[in-house]
């Protein structure tokens, strides 16, 4: 054999030998982060770059998305979409990583510079995190009341993307977010003409989490999109302990009032399921849930006469409404005469949540001590005589 043969060949198994443990280089360095409480995500560390795998909550056994979040080198690649064709950095990840395994993948270089935000609650995390100018671009402004978003809305700086569950797509392409947060639903059949632009869509699934803290626990996936993760620490930290102190109290009470929540909505009636964030804590401010049994994360829609015959004799009754008028009872009973029939409602024992005066869903699905707070005031106001709720007031007369 020619010596330039030998010499070639000697080469080319150097290479191999050198892509071969490269490769396995990247599986070691993967390694499980500890997440305390939720479920339906979890993080692992590489060289460089982490892999966030959020299960898909309606079916247990299947990935929802997974997503490689890679450090960018130098500011001008912030956000930038990795192409799975052209980065070499990709082919050297595990083949589960990769196109074509179970779930979506997006791979995207980190912070993020611009995103587009689906609700009033990631809006309202973002502006925490100290990350609110990063936000070009919104659905539902009806429902928003931050400064950092009206007020870009008001000078142009922020888009209006319309409807969240059918963004205007010219809206988007105008803006070119690096990312787009929207949130997944259960049998909605994907993005449409949304996931066809090539951007990134970050789903946001953290409100099928099976507690309150674990819903919670997501900040720290959204951080990490930009480059926030000391400031989530610090908030988680200070989050958990003040929940699970609540909680220790309420633990306390001696008794377990029924609880009864929200309202008809369209000819529905939706209620929280048992194992749902809101189930779990109803559950830890010490109240009893009607609707405890029912199985799922999520909620469920139920008829009038459903919710009627299994509480009707509730002890309480939480409601959120959304109007520029002051919700009373009165006015209740004139929108549907048959909501007089609840005990709750003749016992004067109904609590509003008036979502146009307050930042109900900007606070409290990241801050749940807050919530469960307001729950205890509410459910047991002998473990907290002093105090007075920010969110469920008493429903005026």
């Not at 995190?129 to 142009?156: F, H, K, N, R, W």
């Not at 109803?282 to 109240?287: M, S, V, Y």
């Not at 004799?313 to 959304?322: E, G, R, T, V």
Request: glycine fraction near 8%.
């Amino acid at each position: 054999m020619r010596r330039s043969s030998v010499l070639f060949l000697l080469l080319a198994s150097l290479v191999l030998l050198g892509v071969s443990c490269n490769k396995g280089k990247q599986l070691a360095d993967l390694k499980p982060t500890t997440l305390r409480y939720a479920s339906n995500i979890r993080c692992e560390l590489g060289d460089g770059y982490s892999v966030w795998t959020l299960r898909d909550p309606w079916d247990s056994t299947a990935v929802l998305h997974r997503y490689i979040l890679r450090s960018a080198p130098d500011s001008s690649l912030k956000g930038e979409v990795v192409h799975l064709s052209d980065d070499a950095f990709l082919a050297q990840l595990p083949a589960s990583l990769k196109r074509g395994a179970e779930g979506r993948l997006s791979v995207i270089r980190v912070p993020v510079g611009s995103a587009g935000v689906a609700t009033a609650v990631h809006c309202g995390l973002l502006d925490e995190l100290g990350v609110s100018s990063a936000i070009v671009g919104v659905c539902e402004t009806q429902y928003i009341d931050l400064p950092a978003v009206t007020e870009g809305l008001a000078a142009g700086r922020i888009a209006d993307f319309g409807n969240g569950m059918n963004p205007n797509v010219e809206s988007i392409i105008d803006v070119a977010p690096d990312v787009l947060l929207l949130t997944p639903f259960e049998h909605s059949g994907g993005y449409g003409r949304v996931e066809r632009l090539g951007i990134p869509i970050v789903e946001c699934a953290e409100y099928m989490e099976v507690s309150p803290l674990a819903r919670a626990e997501w900040i720290r996936f959204y951080a990490e999109l930009f480059g926030a993760e000391e400031r989530a620490d610090s908030i988680f930290r200070a989050v958990e302990h003040d929940y699970c102190a609540l909680k220790a109290m309420a633990s306390k009470a001696d008794n377990h009032p029924r609880i009864l929540t929200e309202m008809l909505y369209g000819g529905q009636w939706f209620v929280p399921c048992g194992k749902s964030t809101m189930g779990k804590m109803f559950a830890d401010a010490g109240a009893a849930y009607v609707f405890s049994g029912i199985q799922g994360s999520g909620s469920v829609a139920l008829s009038f006469e459903s919710v009627l015959d299994e509480a009707q004799d509730a002890d309480l009754w939480l409601l959120k409404y959304n109007s520029a008028q002051p919700l009373t009872y009165g006015q209740l009973a004139t929108d549907y005469q048959p909501y007089t029939r609840f005990e709750a409602f003749s016992k004067r024992r109904i609590f509003a949540c008036d979502l146009a005066h307050n930042h109900f869903y900007e606070q409290t699905p990241f801050h749940p001590e807050r919530l469960l707070r307001d729950l205890i005031i509410v459910v047991h106001p002998e473990l907290m005589p002093a105090e007075e709720a920010v969110y469920y007031k008493p429903l005026l007369e």
